[in-house]
C-alpha cells in the first residue's frame, strides 16, 4: 500500500504563509470547500483552514530564532481520528493512505477533534462539519491537469520548495530519500499514530576559521597594500582602475 | 402495614400550571437558541477549535449521568431485593428516561449538524465509544420501558425481576460508555485514564440520587400527599456514602495524576493555576458540591431537616455540573502536547492555555435539557400511575427483607 505524505524541510520554510493561502485558494472554490471565514478583515478573525504555519520563537532572548512550523493533517498510519468517529464518516483510504472525512456522513460531534493529538482538525463554523487537509485528492489524480502540476497546491505555491508531496512508503522515492539522508522525523512518534508527513530539521552549517587562515602567509605579490590606490573621484577604467 | 396504592396526581392546580408554564418557557427559550446557534453558526457559540465541546455538554453529560443514578433506587428494590425502595422504583425508572431524554436533547440539538441524526442511527463505525453510546442510550430507552411495565402490569410482572436486572446491568454499561468518552482519549492530557468509568458510576450514583430526592420531595409537597421520614432520611444517608464515594474516586485520581511527572502540568493546572477552573474545583465541586452537603446530611443539627436535605441535593447538583465542566472544559483549556517537555508558544495556540466563555445561548440549551426533563415527568405523573399515594411510614416497610 503507498502512503501519500508532505514532507516539510524546516531548514528552507520561512514562514510566508503562500501554502496557507494556495491551500486555501484551492480548497475552498474545490470539492473539500468552501473553508468559511468569519470576520476575516476585523478583529477576532475566525475561519477553517487546512493547512496553518506556527512560528515558534526558541531560546531565551537574546539567543533566540524562529523557525516555521507549517502543520496540517499528518495523514497518520493509525490515525486516531477514524476508530473514535461513530459514523465511519473519518476513514483512511486504503489505496493510498489519505485520511478523508466524507462530510455527508459527518454528522458534527467533534469527537475526532477530541482524539488528534496534532489538533489538525477545524470544525467548519458555517457547514457544522469537521474539516481537514485531503492532500488535494481532488487535484492529484485530475487527468485534466498537466502531469507536473498533480501535486498539493501548498507544494505548488512554496517558493522556497520547502514542501515535497509523494509516497513514503516507496524506498526510491524523493520524498523517502530526503526523510533517510536528511534525518526526516515525525511529530510526536511516541503516540504511536505513525504520522505519515514527516519534518526534516533545521540543518546548522558551522565552520571553524582560524585566525591564521584569515592571513595569505605565503601571498606571492607580498605588495597588496603597495598597490596603487587611485582617488575615488580620479577618472577610471574597470579592470585597470578598479581593485 | 397498610397497601400501596398508585395514582395520578390530579394536576390541575394552579401550581402545577405555573410549573408548567415556567418549564414551557424555559423550553422554548431553549429552542429559540438553538435556532439562534444553528442558523449563524458555530462562532457564536463560546466554543472554538480548541475547546470543541461547551457548555451544552455539560449539561448534557450531567443529565446522561444522573439519568443511570436515578434508575439507581429501582435497582436496589429489584435486584437487592431492598422492599423499601419498591414503591419508589416507578418514579425511579421515569426520572431516569426523563433525565436521558433531556440530556440527549441537547447532545442532539448540540451536534454540528442535528440534521444528521438518521445518519448516526444508520451508520455505525464499532470501534468508535460514540457508536456504542448510541445503542447503549436507546437501549436504556427499551429496556427501562419495559422494566416499567412489568411494574404496571401484573399479567407480565413475572418478568419484573429478569428486566431490573437486565436494566441494572445496561445502566452500569452505559455510564461505563460515557466516563469511556473521555477514559479512551489518549490526546489530551487531563483523560486517557481508566479510573474514568468507574468514577462517572459512582458520580451517577451520587448526582441520580440526588434529583431524585429533590423530586421526590417536590412531587409530594405541592400534591400534599404523605412522605414520610424513613423514606427520606435512609434515602439521604445513601446519598451521603455516594457523595464521599465521589471524593474518594477525585482524590485517587488526582493523587494517581500528580504521583506521574508527565501529569503534573495538567494537575497543576486544575489545581492550581487555572483561574476559573480551579476555583470551580475547590470551591464549587468540592467545598460546596461535596463537603458541606456531607455536613448538611450527617451532622445532627441537620441530619434530619428536610430543608438541610433539600439544600445538601442542590448543593450536590451544582456541585456535580461544576465537576463535569472541570472534567470537560478543563481538560479543552489545557493545550496538547506537541512537544513535550518543551516550554512551547507559537503564533496558533500551542502552549497557551485557551480559553472559554459560555454564552447565553449554549447555557439555555443546557437549562432547556434539565426543563425537558422535569416537563416529562410533569406530564407522565399527571397521566400515569407513578406515584404512590402514600409514602408514610407506615406504609413502606423500612425492614427489608
Redesign the interface.
Known sequence: MSQLALVIDLNVCVGCHACVTSCKEWNTSGLAGYL?D?RPYDKDP?GTFFN??????IGQFPKTEMVH?PKSCLHCEEP?CV???????SYKREEDGIVLVDY????????C???????A???D??Q???KKCTLCVDRIYDQSIVEDERKPSCVLSCPTSARLFGDVHDPDSDVSEKIREQGGYQ??P??GTKPANHYLPRRKTSLTIHHDELVRADNPLKKEEQLPQPDFDDPSLDDVTSW | MKKLHYQEIEGNSSKFFLLVGILGCIILFALGATYYMEHHGHHVTGMTNQVVWGMPHVFAIFLIICASGALNIASIGTVFGKSMYKPLARLSCLLALALLAGGLAVLVLDLGRPDRLIVAMTYYNFKSIFAWNIYLYTGFFAIVIVYIWTMMDRTVSKYYKIAGTTAFIWRLALTTGTGSIFGFLVARQAYDAAIMAPMFIVMSFSFGLAAFLLVLMFSYQWTERELGDKVVIRLKNLLGVFVAGVMYFVIAKHLTNLYATEHHAVEAFILSDGGMITKLFWIVQLGLGSILPLILLYSPKTANSRNAIISACSLILVGGIAQVYVILIGGQLFPLQLFPGMEVSSSFFDGVVNTYSPTPAEILLGLGGIALSLIIVTFAVKFLKFLPVSLADDVVDPHHS
Open positions: 468559511s468569519k475566525t496553518r504555519v506556527q512560528s515558534f520563537e512550523f486516531p476508530p473514535v468517529c461513530p459514523t465511519g464518516a455527508d456522513k459527518c454528522i458534527g460531534c467533534k469527537y477533534s477530541w482524539a488528534c493529538p496534532y489538533g482538525r477545524e470544525l463554523e458555517h457544522k462539519v469537521m511529530l510526536m511516541e503516540w
